[in-house]
């Protein structure tokens, strides 16, 4: 092989020398994630401070690895825990078995299960990586509990599960930036996924209910009034 072969088989280096450069410095630099990224699990609150699981044990059923462990027990009278009649008492995710499908949070029905941007964490026995309820709720400020093996940075708790607040059901796209989740505690009504309309910024529609949309159909639709 002579010299000019040689210098073709390093033709792509080359010419990659002058193109802008992409490495990052892990772990000081992070990539950005995409909104839909799937992380660690958090249990969030709402703007009250009540937590939202309702110990249904839906996310359990639902998982795939069966990697959730639920169990639910009635809210004390004098103090309830949760809205509902009954709270989660024990909540667990065996990370060694969670495959971040999300399924947990799109059963979820009070959307009491989100997961972060985290994904960074490693355990050095079994033991650490059985998360508790302890461990998963988030604390008096709503933000997430960070452990000592976790690598969180700035925003990762940011837009957890953003493609569970896509608004535009079955593709309708009157629904586009209507709300149709509750707040959270630190954060408010977080706000809703971009649409198919990149004309619409998400502040000129989020102010409408989820009734208000659906009602407004209605009326058009059949006449009359809703109630």
């Not at 802008?20 to 699990?41: A, C, D, I, L």
């Not at 988030?138 to 690598?151: A, I, K, S, T």
């Amino acid at each position: 092989m002579g010299v000019l072969d040689g210098l073709k088989g390093f033709r792509l280096t080359f010419k990659q020398i002058a193109e802008p450069r992409v490495t990052k410095q892990y772990p000081e630099e992070k990539r950005e994630k995409p909104p839909r990224f799937h992380g660690r699990h958090v249990l969030n609150r709402y703007e009250d401070g009540a937590e939202k699981c309702i110990g249904c044990e839906l996310c359990a059923a639902v998982c795939p690895v069966r990697c959730i462990y639920v169990r639910g027990k009635d809210n004390p009278p004098d103090s309830p825990v949760s809205p509902g009649e009954r709270y989660g008492f024990v909540y667990e995710i065996n990370y060694l078995r969670c495959i971040h499908c999300d399924l947990c949070v799109e059963a979820c029905p009070t959307e009491a299960i989100t997961e972060s941007k985290m994904f960074e964490f490693s355990f050095t026995n079994r033991e650490d990586a059985i998360y508790t309820k302890k461990e998963l709720l988030v604390d008096d400020n709503g933000m997430p509990r960070q452990l000592p093996w976790e690598d969180w940075r700035e925003g990762e708790e940011q837009l957890t599960s953003a493609w569970m607040r896509a608004t535009a059901p079955q593709g309708d796209p009157e629904f586009e930036g209507v709300v149709s989740w509750s707040g959270e505690l630190g954060f408010g009504v977080r706000p809703p996924e971009s649409g198919q309309n990149k004309d619409v910024e998400p502040a000129e529609v989020n102010h409408f209910s989820l009734r208000e949309v659906a009602a407004s159909k209605i009326l058009r639709r059949y006449g009359g009034e809703v109630h």
